[in-house]
Structures are given as structure tokens and as C-alpha cells.
């Protein structure tokens, strides 16, 4: 089985910084992309930056400039360095994890449990 544990998340007021962290263990051949997504209540969803194997790095509009996601591969580990936070920041923040678990076999999606964010004004 695979586990992605998110950890980093909590109350921080605006402008300011937090650093999440999502480790990904168990039985584990090789990690494509990585990714952060949020969902805020009562909203879809949504991206907020991935990191291929070989460090290529997307975001989303809102964040750029803003956080920076990188990755461990020794660790099996990606983070968001979350920079001049605002209020509107605030959501369940979740990674993901493409991965295969042998040897050419499938590529198949993960999902940690998710982190809560909360950027006060």
C-alpha cells in the first residue's frame, strides 16, 4: 500500500509563511509529478503547483510569485513553501502523487488526507 502524510499546515496571519510538508511511503517503484491542490469550502477543488521527477515546476496564477513547491526524490518527499500569505489562501490543502509501485507497471494517482490552512486578515 501507498500513504501520502501531509504535515506543515495551521493558523498564520496574513503575510506571512508556512511550509507544508507530504512524504509518500510504502510499496513504492518510482514518482512522476508531484502536486499541491486546495479546496476551500463551498469551491472546486483546485490546482495550486506540480514538480515533475526532474524538477519542473507549474502554478497556478494566484500563487506564483507567491510559494514555491520543491521535492525530496531520496525522501519521496514534496513541499510548498507558502510566502505573503492572504485570506484567500485559506482552504484544505492536499498532495498528490503520481506514481508506480513496480517496475513498468501502471501509473496511478494518490491523494493525501489533507492539511488545513487558515490565513487570518
Known amino acids: 500500500q501507498v500513504q501520502l502524510v501531509e504535515s506543515g499546515g495551521g493558523l498564520v496571519q496574513a503575510g506571512g509563511s508556512l511550509r507544508l510538508s507530504c512524504a509518500a511511503s510504502?510499496?513504492?517503484?518510482?514518482?512522476?509529478?508531484m502536486g499541491w491542490y486546495r479546496q476551500a469550502p463551498g469551491k472546486q477543488r483546485e490546482l495550486v503547483a506540480t514538480?515533475?521527477?526532474?524538477?519542473?515546476?507549474t502554478y497556478a496564477d494566484s500563487v506564483k510569485g507567491r510559494f514555491t513547491i520543491s521535492r525530496d526524490n531520496a525522501k519521496n518527499t514534496v513541499y510548498l513553501q507558502m510566502n505573503s500569505a492572504k485570506p484567500e489562501d485559506t482552504a484544505v490543502y492536499y498532495c498528490?502523487?503520481?506514481?508506480?509501485?513496480?517496475?513498468?507497471?501502471?501509473?496511478?494517482?494518490?491523494w493525501g488526507q489533507g492539511t488545513q490552512v487558515t490565513v487570518s486578515s
Open positions: 510504502g510499496s513504492i517503484f518510482s514518482i512522476n509529478d
Open positions: 514538480i515533475t521527477s526532474l524538477g519542473s515546476t
Open positions: 498528490n502523487a503520481h506514481l508506480r509501485q513496480i517496475l513498468r507497471g501502471p501509473m496511478y494517482s494518490y
